[in-house]
């Protein structure tokens, strides 16, 4: 049983689970396909993919069709996964007591959301799913808990029930990058466009799949902003959501830019503002290969580990550290919501929180004496 990539003739690329003969599973290619058309991210059908093979490979193993799975499957599969592959086939006898988890709570959680997603497809195709659906949504609504206070009756909270089975999670600060460390990514970059890239990064917040996508005419150098936009991309890069946002730059970025575009990019045919210049087809639009390549060999010479999205988690803490509005960072990172952006970024630290009890004299003892 395999994921193998889809080729479409026109759209994006797909993704299907073939089993041992090589025949599609049709119930997972229904639903990759039904993703895709829907306008999911080719990596979000990618890992679906993978995902909904774990677990028909677990069904398999026990000879179970999935319209007859139960809650208690489901805990069985959580279970599963925990165990590294070597204790995962059929036939092992012996099961450590207390085994290293295989996979962590995340990947955990993502998987079974994935699986879920899956079963809510087929419920509205096939009523055989339908109990174990009734049971999954069998929780409190999400937003309540025990207590409740007085006139709670009246509050305005999600309708929509919480999981029955779920994975803790614990909860992760983001792992955010120095001002010298990011210097220090920027000089040791070997051409405008390279360094480019990862300055998009550090001045918008941005994803490395949304600097990806992005044209020469998103930059606006008379007004100082950078347009990310949702749309196809020969390359397969995405924005996540459906919302357009314009982001402010300094000049510098927009000088490095104007060089980068006059000096290096030239009468190159294309749109783009990232694409091949130094190898493979010159002009083509840059893929995530590339960008792979490029902080692989980056990391070798900072000498320290990075990832683009930390660029990200950077310009947030930075803004809120700074004072922004949370309501003004969630816009500029294209979030639907400000719970998003309070749920990721609610992480400062006792030091950031001195510092706003100090700017606003809480701390300073004048007002009662101790």
Not at 68 to 85: N, Q, T
Not at 227 to 253: H, L, M, Q, W, Y
Request: net charge positive; with cysteine.
């Amino acid at each position: 049983m395999r994921v193998q990539p889809v080729d479409q003739p026109s759209g994006p690329p797909s993704y299907t689970v073939v089993n041992d003969v090589g025949l599609p599973i049709v119930p997972i290619d229904q639903y990759l396909e039904y993703l895709t058309a829907r306008g999911s991210s080719p990596h979000t059908v990618r890992s679906y993919a993978f995902d909904l093979r774990d677990f028909w490979t677990f069904l398999s193993q026990r000879h179970q069709t999935a319209l007859a799975v139960s809650i208690d499957d489901l805990a069985g599969w959580i279970s599963w996964l925990r165990l590294p592959p070597s204790l995962r086939a059929c036939g092992v006898a012996i099961i450590p007591l207390d085994p290293e988890p295989h996979l962590a709570p995340a990947t955990i959680s993502r998987k079974l959301s994935a699986v879920v997603a899956f079963y809510e497809f087929l419920g509205q195709r096939d009523a055989a799913v339908l109990p174990l659906l009734s049971q999954l949504r069998q929780g409190r609504p999400r937003g309540t808990g025990r207590y409740q206070p007085f006139l709670s009756h009246l509050a305005r909270t999600s309708t929509r029930p919480s999981r029955t089975i779920s994975v803790k999670v614990a909860a992760r600060r983001p792992v955010t990058l120095t001002p010298d460390q990011v210097q220090s990514v920027l000089e040791s970059c070997t051409n405008r466009r390279d360094r480019l890239f990862f300055g998009t990064l550090w001045e918008t917040g941005a994803r490395a799949s949304e600097a990806l996508g992005l044209r020469i005419n998103d930059l606006d150098e008379r007004h100082g902003t950078l347009r990310i936009t949702p749309r196809d991309n020969a390359n397969g890069a995405r924005v996540k959501g459906s919302k357009e946002r314009i982001v402010p730059v300094g000049k510098r970025f927009v000088r490095l830019a104007i060089d980068y575009l006059t000096l290096d990019y030239g009468a190159v045919d294309s749109d783009y503002l990232f694409v091949n210049l130094y190898g493979g087809s010159i002009g083509r639009p840059w893929s995530y290969d590339a960008v792979d390549d490029l902080v692989r060999r980056t990391r070798t010479k900072c000498g320290f580990y990075f990832t683009p999205h930390m660029f990200r988690h950077t310009y947030s803490t930075r803004l809120l550290r700074a004072g922004a509005r949370i309501e003004i960072v969630a816009e500029l990172l294209g979030h639907a919501s400000i719970q998003t952006t309070r749920s990721i970024y609610g992480h400062l630290d006792v030091s950031d929180l001195r510092a706003e009890l100090d700017r606003v004299g809480w701390l300073d003892g004048s007002v009662v004496t101790l």
